[in-house]
Each structure stands twice: as structure tokens, then as C-alpha cells.
């Protein structure tokens, strides 16, 4: 008698895996289709041991280059996010995403730049842009910028993202997929609230559900990646959601569990579902994002804490200077 299958593959049956780490060996032991990276992840991997030959030879490939200061720690820091990018795709079948720069999140020709840098590093390494996805945070300003890359083939993934007005926006202007933030919504409510969250109750499950819905059935190209779980019981509430992307730990935890998988998201029963189009422009996102406290909230949250680690990982790179 054959052994049941895990949650984790049973998942994979309908539902793109993506790993949501820069540790190598967690990406290797999975099996997912996809990683994604962020500057949090990045800190943390290069203060263990064996990743911190990469942060040394993108120093030493750097020393010569004429730069000083913060452009040459900059420079270390777009060649570290590329080294991670390459170890990545060498064992992922798909894409990897790397993430522009949190501080440049209000502006979007800055935004643009950086992508477009970022992409050319990486063909130049002979990685083709069809499988990189650039991070960048769903900003209005963030949103424009993504516009103008998609129409110039550099595909982005629009992170930070808590409200249905971030949502709409992205897909109007056809980003290749968004980064609903499940945790996250669910860490503020719970905090605001006092009470804990189960299941179809939680409110980071059904704010992404409702995302899928709509993109379903308004006929959006853009993918629906739910992220930032604190539980499997977020994940498998999304089970049928077009990616996941899931920390080691959680990874771990699927792998280990037989339990029997229901896919809670299908694309039919979204078409039928009745839905309004919500009208979206400049005036009408900042307003509806405004009105949404926690989205307001938790998009400058996170701006603030990836920036905050992108200083951590300029201070160490100062220290090796």
C-alpha cells in the first residue's frame, strides 16, 4: 500500500510552490517551482557562514571600480542581489524575485532605473529576464513604475501589498503577478482586535481570496502569490490560489502532514461570483487606500523595515570596506 501523499505535494496539484528564503539548501530540499528574496532575507543569509563568501567576492569584485561612499555600496549591494539571484535559478526550474530598493519606493523613475539595471545584470550573466520577477513595493508610485517596465518586457512582482485598491491598480496596468501580504493582515487585526483568527475567518485569507475573485472574474492576466504566513492553516485556507509563497519552516511543516488538502480557491466559482469593478485612478487609489487604516498602515510599515535592512546590509558592507 502506497503511502499517502504529503499536504505539501497534494498542494502542488494546483497550486505554484514558490520558497520565500535565500537559504540554498531550504530551496534545494523542496522542490519549489519558484523563490522569492527580500532585503530581510538577504541580511539575514549573509550573516551565516556560508553564504558570506558572496558578500566577499561581490566586495572584492567591486574594489577598483572607481565608486566611494554609498554608490560603491550600492553597487556591492545590486552584485550580491544578483549573486543570490543566479545560485537561485540554478536550482529552481522558474523564476526568482528580487526586490529594488525599499528607500526608492515613492519614485518611480528612480524605481524604473534600478530595474532596468537590475535586469542587465542579470543578462549579462547569461540569465534571461524571463525568469526574474523585480520586487517592488505597490506604491502608486511603485505601480507606475511597474507599467512602464512590463511594456519594456521586465516583469515585476508588486510587493507590500494589504488593500483591494493596491490590488486593482496593479492589475490595470498588467504586473505580471502580486504579493498579497496574509500575515501581516492577520498580525494587525489580531493586535488591533484582541482576538485570533482561524481558518476562512481570517481576515489575510479572505483578503486575498477576494483578490483572486476579482481578478478571475474581471479576466486579469496578473498572478495572485499569497505571502507572509504565520500558519499552515493560512495556506491551506488559499489552497488553489495561482502561488504560494512559503518560509522553510512552514515548508517543513506541510511536508510532514498527510492531511488531506481541499482547494478552497477555483477559478470557475470565482467568474460566478458577483463582483462590481471598482474604478481606479490616482485620486480613487490614495483615497481608498486611505480610508483602509490597516493597508495605510502596514504598507509605510513595511517600507520602513525592508529600508531599514537595506542599511543593515550597507553597514556591513562598509565594515568589509
Known sequence: MSNPASTLDQLKAFTTVVADTGDFESIRKYAPQDATTNPTLIYKAVQKPEYFPLLEKAVADSRGSGLVGGALSRKIIDDLLIAFGREILAIVPGRVSTEVDARL???AAATVEKARHLIGLYEKSGISRERVLIKIASTWEGIRAAEVCEKE?????????????????????????????VGRIYDYYKATTGRDYVGDDDPGVRSVGRIYSYYKKFGYATQVMGASFRNIGQITGLAGCDLLTISPDLLEELQNSDA??????????????????????????????????MGTDKLADGIRKFSADIVHLEQIIEKKL
Open 105 to 107: 519606493s515613492f519614485d
Open 153 to 181: 518586457g521586465i516583469h515585476c512582482n508588486l510587493t507590500l501589498l494589504f488593500s483591494m485598491p493596491q490590488a486593482v491598480a496593479c492589475a490595470e496596468v498588467g504586473v505580471r503577478l502580486i504579493s498579497p501580504f
Open 260 to 293: 488531506p488538502l481541499i482547494r478552497k480557491l477555483d477559478p470557475a466559482r470565482a467568474v460566478a461570483e458577483e463582483l462590481e469593478k471598482i474604478p481606479m485612478d490616482e485620486k480613487s487609489f490614495r483615497w481608498l487606500l486611505n480610508e483602509d487604516a
